[in-house]
């Protein structure tokens, strides 16, 4: 069920074309400003289409979200930050309730040369990122300290891989149409051939659907889904067990097996160290 609830100031259809000033903002006349948010967000929270002057970071430290930028949906959770350039069109919507760390700043301080930074894209949260954001979000900071950071963040993040495990959602009504369900029940197990049968289009159609919009098979879209929002779960504190049962897996072991495969620790670690990302988090902000 979508919450009706009052959008972040820093957001509005009023300031789409302008920078946005968020909770603590960082600059003198003249010089290149940084803009930072750190707030708790809930469920259900929509950001509507705007776009901003300046580049943007997006991270959720705790919960999931939304985004929808260049043309691309994500489904983004802890382990990924998004990058957002100035001028991008985007939008946001809370999938689950947690915390949204926002790094906003001018474009001239993108590091030179290379495309990285020129289009939309989801990179891995290392461990030095992580800290990066928290500490460039946090207050009090100076101008230059807070300047030192971003700088610092970006350059750790101009080598930080890419992250290709992000669900991405196809264009294709129809395929989308598969893939919002799937989303809100990972543990959907109907078939590419009965969901085909329910939109009255040949399985076929579905499956080039899939490949054409996602680069994966129905199948591995699916798997991918069911492991993001397994990881979702384990920060959340369930065990695994039902963790596995939550996002269709017939036994425990089958989910683990998986889940080290692609994420390349088992979920008690996985959960293990998301948890200490939340509780350093919160003992940044005096929590």
């Known amino acids: 069920m979508t919450l009706s609830v009052e959008r972040h100031p820093a957001y509005g259809a009023a300031q789409s074309r302008e920078a946005v000033v968020g909770e603590r903002t960082i600059g003198r006349p003249g010089t290149p400003a940084i803009t930072t948010e750190w707030f708790d967000v809930p469920a259900g929270t929509r950001y509507d289409s705007h776009l901003h002057a300046t580049d943007q970071l997006a991270w959720m430290v705790a919960g999931s979200m939304r985004?929808?930028?260049?043309?691309?949906?994500?489904?983004?959770?802890?382990?990924?930050?998004?990058?957002?350039?100035?001028?991008?069109?985007?939008?946001?919507?809370i999938t689950r309730t947690g915390t949204l760390v926002d790094v906003?700043?001018?474009?001239?301080?993108?590091p030179a040369g290379g495309d990285r930074w020129d289009r939309p894209a989801v990179l891995v949260v290392?461990?030095?990122?992580?800290?990066?954001?928290?500490?460039?979000?946090?207050?009090?900071?100076?101008?230059?300290?807070r300047g030192l950071a971003y700088r610092l963040l970006l350059d750790?993040?101009?080598?930080?891989?890419?992250?290709?495990?992000?669900?991405t959602l196809p264009a294709d009504p129809r395929a989308r149409r598969v893939a919002v369900a799937l989303l809100d029940d990972p543990a959907d197990a109907r078939s590419l051939g009965d969901w085909a049968a329910a939109l009255h289009v040949s399985e076929k159609t579905l499956a080039r659907a899939f490949v054409a919009g996602t680069g994966l098979t129905f199948?591995?879209?699916?798997?991918?889904?069911r492991l993001q929002a397994a990881a979702g779960l384990l920060a959340?504190?369930?065990?695994?067990?039902?963790v596995a049962a939550s996002v269709g897996?017939?036994?425990p072991s089958a989910f683990i097996a998986s889940f080290a495969e692609v994420y390349g620790c088992t979920p008690r670690?996985?959960?293990?160290?998301?948890?200490?990302?939340?509780?350093?988090?919160?003992?940044t902000r005096g929590g």
């Open 67 to 93: 985004l929808t930028v260049g043309g691309t949906t994500w489904e983004l959770g802890a382990d990924h930050v998004a990058w957002i350039p100035a001028e991008a069109l985007h939008e946001m919507t």
């Open 104 to 110: 906003y700043a001018d474009p001239v301080l993108r």
């Open 126 to 145: 290392e461990p030095m990122a992580a800290t990066l954001l928290r500490h460039a979000a946090e207050a009090p900071r100076t101008l230059e300290r």
């Open 156 to 167: 750790v993040l101009t080598d930080a891989p890419l992250r290709h495990d992000v669900v």
């Open 219 to 225: 199948r591995q879209w699916r798997l991918r889904r």
């Open 236 to 242: 959340d504190g369930h065990t695994v067990t039902d």
């Open 249 to 251: 897996y017939a036994s």
């Open 269 to 283: 670690r996985y959960a293990a160290d998301a948890r200490a990302t939340v509780v350093a988090a919160d003992v």
